[in-house]
């Protein structure tokens, strides 16, 4: 949270910031793409209560930290950001002016109370589940109370938080996030996701689907599903049959105006036939998917409680790749899980050359309180962690860096999304979601052009525009 800087600037408007309609939120948001949108919706929710948005810390009458949970250095960062939030405070304070501060997401879940505690600094303390009640707790805590709303509720929270604003969606641009489910009731020993973001939920179809016709109608082009297992949702169809991920893709491909579709994050579990058949019967489907495994060895992938052995997960791989050969994959992986042995460490290796990735994210196994894993025996040493992670990321930079080069010479539709540095440039999407810079004959935001790439850096792509129709039309 580098941008909550200590320094605070007089600011002029301060004499009229606690008037109801010109109060400003500054939402700083860590974590997953979750909570992103959530980010997102608790803004429009605050909207409706007469603040706007802002993007400093120090303009703001409200500082809102989404916070995340997953490893420890991720639930570090809200003590220190809180520290510098305490300066700003008891700098204003000298000035008359007031600054509340909320802590939202998976660390206010975790720890509620014990932040408050902890942090005098915190007005509020909002759990993922209570984000529609927000508006209600501001008002106690304008009462002179220190909140701390960590329930489960039992109403729907999306069914009271606002719907995206079409003007607002506009000018986030032609691509957007739908979280079609929440929650997780996989237990993997090492995860904190069940504990603070509850058991899983999935929104119902007629709801997905107004929300993605407004986003269509704002002129968003690709919709990505969230959702901590989105391939779990399930839900009943418009046929009256019980749909899984795969048939509400089938259906969202049918709205005017999407012309991509992405879910992410996915359990390998929770790819069935329909899901895989879509990747083979949607062009819009884009070719690239999330499907993290963890590990390569059966023994760790048994005490990760991940319900599914390296073979299976290969087997899964082939299949999808049969379905659609285009596809390239990303992972998650952790080093250093309780009694990982250098033989079981050899083995994530193995996987990884086996299955070839074209992205992947890997971590050092950090023990959460309150999952099984921190209570395990054996854990490894960090120097042992340091060495397997550094070993890891030079294989999977080596895959990504093959995956790039592959890409030369080759065309490509490529979703514009905005302007680039140089004049007559453009940035856009490839379908694996590299950004690729367009440098001549760019296009209009949210055109499918067709691009040939020429050159490669470590995650972008720089191509030219080939001038003949697309898939979508769009010349
Ligand atoms: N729902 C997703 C992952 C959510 S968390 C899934 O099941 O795959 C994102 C990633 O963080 C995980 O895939 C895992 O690789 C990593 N992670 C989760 N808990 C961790 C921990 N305790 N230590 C290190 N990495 C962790
Ligand atoms: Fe965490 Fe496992 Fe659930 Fe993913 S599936 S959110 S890793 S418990
Ligand atoms: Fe982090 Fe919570 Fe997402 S712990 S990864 S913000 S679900």
Redesign the pocket.
């Known amino acids: 949270m580098d941008d909550i800087s200590i320094t605070h600037k007089p600011d002029e408007a301060s004499g009229t910031a606690s008037l109801a309609n010109t109060r400003k939120v500054y939402v700083k948001t860590y974590g ?1 793409q979750m909570n992103v949108y959530d980010s997102q919706r608790m803004t429009d929710s605050l909207a409706a209560e007469g603040y706007s948005p802002t993007d400093t810390a120090e303009d703001a009458d409200l500082v809102l930290i989404n916070t995340c949970h ?2 420890e250095k991720a639930s570090e960062k809200l003590y220190s950001a809180l520290g510098r939030l305490r300066k700003m405070k008891d700098a204003r304070a000298k000035e008359g002016r007031e600054l509340t501060v909320g802590v939202a997401g998976c660390v206010a879940q975790a720890e509620g109370d014990e932040i408050t505690r902890r942090a005098p600094v915190v007005d509020l303390v909002v759990g993922p589940q209570t984000y529609h009640r927000l508006p209600q707790a501001l008002a106690r805590v304008r009462q002179g109370e220190r909140v701390v709303e960590t329930e489960y509720a039992i109403e729907d929270k999306f069914e009271h938080l606002p719907a995206p604003r079409k003007e607002q969606t506009r000018s986030r641009g032609v691509t957007a996030f739908l979280t079609v489910q929440e929650g ?1 009731d ?1 237990f ?1 020993t ?4 069940p504990y603070t973001r509850g058991s899983e939920v999935s929104r119902p179809v007629a709801q997905i689907l107004k929300e993605a016709e407004k986003l269509a109608d704002a002129g968003v082009r690709e919709l990505t599903l969230l959702g ?2 989105v391939n779990a949702w399930h839900g009943q169809g418009a046929d009256g049959r019980e749909w899984g991920l795969g048939e509400l893709l089938y259906r969202l491909a049918d709205i005017p105006g999407i012309a991509r579709l992405r879910y992410v ?1 996915s ?1 390998p579990r929770d790819m069935d036939d329909t899901l895989i058949h879509a990747h083979r019967d949607l062009p819009m489907l884009m070719p690239y998917l999330h499907l ?1 495994v ?1 590990a390569g060895s059966d023994r760790i992938l048994k005490a990760m409680n991940r319900k599914h052995t390296a073979a299976d997960y290969v087997r899964l791989i082939d299949r999808i790749r049969e379905a659609r050969s285009d596809i390239a994959l990303s992972g ?3 080093v250093g899980f309780p009694g990982e042995t250098d033989e079981d460490f050899e083995a994530t290796l193995q996987i990884v050359r086996d299955v070839t990735y074209a992205a992947a ?1 890997s ?6 309180p309150g ?1 099984p ?1 921190a209570d395990m025996d054996d854990h490894v040493p960090e120097a042992v962690k340091d060495e397997r992670l550094q070993r890891l990321q030079a294989l999977l930079s080596e895959q990504q860096y093959a995956f790039q080069r592959s890409l030369i010479g080759k065309t490509m539709d490529v979703l514009i999304e905005k302007a680039g540095r140089e004049p007559g440039q453009m940035v856009g999407r490839s379908p694996w979601l590299q950004p690729v810079i367009i440098d001549v004959h760019g296009g209009e935001i949210g055109d499918i052009i067709n691009v040939r790439i020429i050159s490669t850096g470590t995650n972008s792509l720089v191509g030219v525009r080939e001038m003949e129709t697309t898939s979508d039309g769009t010349i």
């Open positions: 997953c997953i490893r997780c996989k993997c090492f995860c904190v996701v901590q297992n994050t359990h993290p963890q998650d992986f952790i994210y971590f050092k196994y950090s023990p959460r999952t894993g």
